[in-house]
């Protein structure tokens, strides 16, 4: 905790919840970070009543630190919640997998919308047998999970998995990669050797 500083801006990212509570940091004692919405809104928060698992994360030294915790508000109409840490783990951004710059377009829809028409398409990054790293669209805003196809090097079949948004910055989004077959990782892990090489 020692590494938050007064003002720094940090994420709450609830357990089993779409989007984040963007907060600044108004100060830290033990465990406990005492925080004010950058917003003022109430939508998310009122998920931290009476107090909800989550993360905390926040930019440390060109990493994200996530740290393992029970967020919560009371109910009044000051922007101040507390986040208290629970294991006292400072987890950095871990990357299983190398990841290697690739020419390739990503395709996100709504989860329950593959197929449809209606999607957001990106230029990727880079990319990992675990996650990927596309440019930033307004249409990746709104939501925290995504239904992605990969098109690779003139692929006609694409490479297809869901994507959990794992952090945001003013240019970029990242994703981490679930729920994808093993025949189409073996294929993203082949592209990636094969651009390796």
Same mark, same amino acid.
């Given at each position: 905790?020692?590494?938050?500083?007064?003002?720094? +801006?940090?994420?709450?990212?609830?357990?089993?919840?779409?989007?984040?509570? @963007?907060? =600044?940091?108004?100060?830290? &004692?033990?465990?406990?970070?005492?925080?004010?919405?950058?917003?003022?809104?109430?939508?998310?928060?009122?998920?931290?009543? +009476? %107090?909800?698992?989550?993360?905390?994360?926040?930019?440390?030294?060109?990493?994200?630190?996530?740290? &393992?915790?029970?967020?919560?508000?009371?109910?009044?109409?000051?922007?101040?919640?507390?986040?208290?840490?629970?294991?006292?783990?400072?987890?950095?951004?871990?990357?299983? %997998?190398?990841?290697?710059?690739?020419?390739?377009?990503?395709?996100?829809?709504? +989860?329950?919308? @593959?197929?449809?028409?209606?999607?957001?398409?990106?230029?990727?990054?880079?990319?990992?047998?675990?996650?990927?790293?596309?440019?930033?669209?307004?249409?990746?805003?709104?939501?925290?999970?995504? =239904?992605?196809?990969?098109?690779?090097?003139?692929?006609?079949? +694409?490479?297809?998995?869901?994507?959990?948004? @794992?952090? =945001?910055?003013?240019?970029?989004?990242?994703?981490?990669?679930?729920?994808?077959?093993?025949?189409?990782?073996?294929?993203?892990?082949?592209?990636?050797?094969?651009?390796? %090489?």
């Amino acid at each position: 905790m020692r590494r938050l500083k007064h003002q720094q +801006p940090v994420e709450i990212h609830l357990d089993g919840a779409d989007g984040v509570v @963007a907060c =600044r940091v108004l100060g830290v &004692k033990g465990s406990v970070a005492s925080l004010a919405r950058v917003d003022g809104g109430r939508e998310q928060s009122e998920r931290l009543t +009476p %107090a909800a698992p989550g993360y905390l994360m926040f930019e440390h030294r060109g990493g994200t630190i996530a740290l &393992k915790g029970i967020a919560t508000t009371e109910q009044t109409d000051q922007p101040e919640l507390l986040f208290v840490v629970l294991d006292g783990v400072q987890l950095p951004e871990r990357r299983s %997998a190398a990841r290697v710059a690739v020419s390739a377009l990503a395709r996100t829809f709504l +989860p329950d919308d @593959a197929g449809a028409d209606d999607y957001v398409e990106t230029p990727l990054a880079n990319v990992s047998t675990s996650g990927l790293l596309v440019g930033r669209h307004p249409g990746l805003d709104e939501r925290a999970q995504f =239904r992605l196809e990969l098109l690779i090097d003139g692929d006609a079949d +694409p490479i297809r998995c869901d994507v959990v948004v @794992a952090r =945001r910055t003013p240019t970029h989004v990242g994703m981490r990669l679930v729920n994808i077959d093993e025949a189409d990782r073996d294929r993203l892990g082949a592209i990636i050797r094969r651009h390796t %090489a």
